[in-house]
Nanobody, 118 residues
Framework: QVQLVESGGGLVQPGGSLRLSCAASGRLFSIYVMGWYRQAPGKERELVALITRDDRITIVDSVKGRFTISKNNPWNTVYLQMDSLRPEDTAIYYC????????????WGRGTQVTVSS
């Protein structure tokens, strides 16, 4: 079992920045990939960014160039640096982890609200 706790959300003006953190506990050695999804009101949850144990990164086009995902070593925390925020980035951001066999041992955090508004 892996437990995930997010922090760092809040209210920010358009063009501003926020840094989200996700701290993992439990079977840390089993984690292969961690990352972030988000869900805006009335929309489905969507992928934002992923990072693997061997530092392979996936970032969706809608945030590429504005968001950066990173992790610490030894690995127990993943970060999402969000710059040049837009109102359409407003959503609940959920931390995610998966362990082999992939797709069968997914963990989710409870989410942190990010609101971009003037």
């Amino acid at each position: 079992q892996v437990q995930l706790v997010e922090s760092g959300g809040g209210l920010v003006q358009p063009g501003g920045s926020l840094r989200l953190s996700c701290a993992a506990s439990g079977r840390l050695f089993s984690i292969y990939v961690m990352g972030w999804y988000r869900q805006a009101p009335g929309k489905e949850r969507e992928l934002v960014a992923l990072i693997t144990r061997d530092d392979r990164i996936t970032i969706v086009d809608s945030v590429k160039g504005r968001f950066t995902i990173s992790k610490n070593n030894p690995w127990n925390t993943v970060y999402l640096q969000m710059d040049s925020l837009r109102p359409e980035d407003t959503a609940i951001y959920y931390c995610y982890s998966d362990s082999p066999p992939l797709g069968t041992t997914i963990s989710w955090g409870r989410g942190t609200q990010v609101t971009v508004s003037s």
